[in-house]
C-alpha cells in the first residue's frame, strides 16, 4: 500500500487485504503456546466498534461507495487482532516497526524529488494531485504522508532513548526519525506540523514522568535539559528552515480556509439521520449537496474524520469510536505506569523496549488526535492499518501487567478463533473483486491518456466481473461518447451517443446521486435531440448540487439551446 498511493483504490488495497487474509488463516497455526493475553475491555470494544462499522457499511444505500471502507476495516480489524493476540512479543513488534522506518526513508527519498524539483514525480508511472514542492511521496496527497511520517518518526524516537537495541541501531533510528521529522515538514501539512508539535511534547511529558516515577533523583536535570532543548528547537528552527514553502504554510496554519465550509456540509448531512448516520461513503454527494457556493473543487472528504464519523455512521458509530479510543488509552496509561513503577522501579538497566513501544504508540494516538481534526488519514488505508497496529500494542502490551483471570483467557481464545473466519471473509469477498477493479483501473487511465477504443474494451472486460461499479459504466460511456464526437458520419455519431447513453444510464441505476453521471447523460441526450429527457437529468443534477458553477453553467447552456430551438421547458 505505501508503494501504491496508500491503497487509495481498491485495486491497491485489496491484494494487501488478500495478503492479510492468508495471514489469519495461517493464525490457526499459532493457537498453541502461552501468549500474554490482550485486555478483554479493549477486545470487546473493539469489536462492537468495528462490528457496528461493518453491518452500517453493508446496509448503506450505495454499496460501492461503502466498498472501501469496508475492506478497509476488514483489514484494519485483522491487523489489530493479529497484533494484540499474536505478535506480541516487543521484539517481533520492533522488527516490523523497523521495516516500518526503512520505508519511511523511501518515502521521504520520494518526497524529497518533489520538493526539490516542484514536479509530480512518483515512482511506479503514478500520478497524484498537482501539488507545487509539497512532497507527498508514494501518497496522492502530501497531509497523507505527513500522517504516516508523524506516527513512524516518534515511534522510532522512543525507541531511541528508551529502547534495548544497540548502540549501532539507535543511531540508525535516530537518523530515519529526524528525516522523518524532516519529510514533515516538506509536505507542507499545516495538520501535519500541528500534530507533530503535540506529539513531540506528549513525548517530552511522558518521558518525563517516567524519570520522576522511576528516578526521581534525576527529575530535575532530565526536566531542564528538555525544557532548554525545546526552546533551543523553538529558537532554531525558524531560522534553519529557509524553504519558502515551509514558512509560507507555517504562517497559515491559523488562517481560516474551506475546510471550516467542508465541516458545515458534514454537520448538515449528519441531521439527515442523526442515530445511524447516511451510510458509508454518502459524504461524496452529500458533501455537494450541502457545498457552499465557495467550495468548487468536488467535496470527496470532510477533512475531519470525526465528522466523517458523525455524519456518515451517526451517533452510534461515534459512540463506538470514544468507547474503543477510552479503552485503549486506558488500557495504555496502565501499562506505562505499571512499567515506570514496577519495572523501571525495580530494574538495574533504565532501558525497556515495551515501555519503548508504549510511550511511542501513545504520542501516535496523540498525533492522530490532533490530525483526525483538519484531515482524513483514517480513510486512507495504509495509515488506517497502520494505526490499527499501533491500538494493537496498547490492547496487549506483550508484558503481563495484570493478573489474567478464566475471563480473560476465554476472551483471548474466542477472539483468536475469530481470526480464520475474517480472513477467510477478506479472501472470499475480496478476491472475485480484483478482476473488477483491475479493468476499472486500466480504463481509467484509457480514458485520462484519450486511448478511447481501449477504454471501451477494458471497461467491458471489466463489466463481466462486476456489475455494481459506477466508473466502470461511466467510462464505458465516455468513451463511447468520445468516439461518437470524433466521428464524421452522422448515422455514427447516434450509433455511439446512443451507446453512451445506456451506459450512463446503466452507471445511474447503481449511483442515482452521481452528478457526474446526471450532467453527461444530460449533454448525451442533447446530443441526441432528446430535449425532454436531457431536461430532467439536468434538473435532477441541480437537485443534487445546486452550489457547483459548472452545473448550472451546464444547465444554462442546455436552456440557451432549447430557446434558440424555440423550446420552453420545466425549469428547477
Known amino acids: 500500500m505505501e508503494c501504491f498511493a496508500g491503497g487509495t483504490r481498491l485495486i491497491y488495497s485489496l491484494p494487501a487485504y488478500m495478503l492479510l487474509g492468508v495471514a489469519s488463516v495461517l493464525g490457526i497455526f499459532s493457537l498453541r503456546g502461552n501468549k500474554v493475553p490482550a485486555r478483554p475491555l479493549c477486545l470487546i470494544s473493539s469489536a462492537i466498534f468495528f462490528g457496528y462499522i461493518l453491518a452500517r457499511c453493508h446496509l448503506s444505500p450505495v454499496d460501492y461507495l461503502s466498498r472501501q471502507d469496508f475492506f478497509m476495516v476488514l483489514g484494519a480489524l485483522t491487523i489489530y487482532l493479529l497484533t494484540a493476540l499474536h505478535v506480541v512479543k516487543p521484539n517481533q513488534r520492533m522488527q516490523l516497526l523497523a521495516v516500518l522506518m526503512l520505508i519511511a526513508l523511501g518515502q521521504v527519498a520520494v518526497g524529497l524529488v518533489q520538493f526539490s524539483r516542484g514536479n509530480e514525480f512518483m515512482l511506479f508511472g503514478y500520478g497524484r494531485y498537482p501539488s507545487g514542492d509539497r512532497a507527498s511521496g508514494q501518497y496522492v496527497s502530501p497531509n497523507h504522508l505527513a500522517g504516516y511520517l508523524e506516527v513512524v518518526a516518534i515511534m522510532g524516537m522512543s525507541l531511541v532513548f528508551w529502547s534495548k537495541w544497540k548502540p549501532w541501531a539507535k543511531i540508525l533510528a535516530a537518523y530515519i526519525s529526524l528525516a522523518s521529522f524532516a519529510g514533515v515538514l516538506i509536505t507542507g501539512s499545516r495538520g501535519g506540523y500541528l500534530s507533530t508539535a503535540f506529539c513531540i511534547l506528549v513525548f517530552c511529558t511522558l518521558s518525563l ?53 467542508l465541516w458545515q456540509a458534514a454537520l448538515h448531512q449528519a441531521k439527515l439521520d442523526p442515530l445511524f448516520g447516511t451510510g458509508s461513503g454518502t459524504y461524496l454527494y452529500y458533501g455537494r449537496k450541502f457545498r457552499h457556493p465557495d467550495v468548487q473543487r468536488d467535496p470527496v472528504r470532510v477533512h475531519n474524520d470525526y465528522l466523517e ?79 490499527a497496529f499501533v491500538f494493537g500494542i496498547l490492547a496487549n502490551p506483550g508484558l503481563e501487567t495484570f493478573q489474567a483471570g478464566a475471563a480473560t483467557i476465554i476472551t483471548n481464545r474466542a477472539f483468536q478463533w475469530m481470526l480464520p473466519p475474517l480472513g477467510v471473509a477478506l479472501l472470499v469477498l475480496g478476491g472475485p473483486k480484483l478482476p473488477g477493479e483491475y479493468y476499472a483501473e486500466k480504463a481509467r487511465v484509457a480514458l485520462r491518456d484519450g486511448n478511447f477504443g481501449g477504454a471501451v474494451q477494458a471497461a467491458k472486460a471489466g463489466i463481466v466481473y462486476e456489475k455494481s461499479n459506477p466508473d466502470l459504466f461511466y467510462y464505458l460511456g465516455e468513451a463511447r461518447r468520445n468516439i461518437g464526437d470524433a466521428a464524421t458520419a452522422p448515422e455514427l455519431k447516434t450509433i455511439f451517443y446512443r451507446l453512451a447513453s445506456d451506459s450512463f444510464k446503466q452507471g445511474l441505476e447503481i449511483f442515482p446521486q452521481d452528478v457526474r453521471l446526471l450532467l453527461i447523460e444530460g449533454w448525451t441526450m442533447d446530443a441526441l435531440g432528446q430535449d425532454s429527457e436531457a431536461n430532467k437529468y439536468f434538473i435532477e443534477a441541480v437537485k443534487w448540487d445546486p452550489n457547483w458553477e459548472q452545473v448550472h453553467q451546464s444547465y444554462k447552456a442546455h436552456l440557451e439551446y432549447l430557446r434558440a430551438s424555440g423550446k420552453i421547458l420545466q425549469s428547477p
Open 209 to 261: 514522568m517516567v524519570v520522576k516515577t522511576a528516578f526521581p533523583e534525576r527529575f530535575a536535570r532530565v526536566t531542564a535539559i528538555v525544557v532548554i532543548l525545546l526552546l533551543l528547537m523553538s529558537a532554531t528552527l525558524p531560522v534553519l528552515v529557509t524553504s519558502q514553502l515551509v514558512r509560507h504554510r507555517v504562517s497559515e496554519i491559523f488562517t481560516p480556509n474551506m475546510r471550516v465550509q
Open 309 to 387: 464519523l458523525l455524519a456518515e455512521f451517526g451517533i452510534l458509530g461515534g459512540a463506538g469510536f470514544l468507547f474503543f479510543l477510552g479503552s485503549h488509552l486506558w488500557s495504555g496509561f496502565h501499562s506505562f505506569r505499571w512499567l515506570a513503577t514496577k519495572r523501571l522501579q525495580f530494574s538495574l538497566d533504565w532501558r525497556s523496549s515495551s515501555l519503548a513501544l508504549n510511550i511511542g504508540c501513545l504520542c501516535a494516538i496523540a498525533a492522530y488526535l490532533v490530525h483526525s481534526v483538519v484531515d482524513f488519514n483514517l480513510h486512507i488505508p495504509a495509515n488506517a492499518l497502520l494505526m
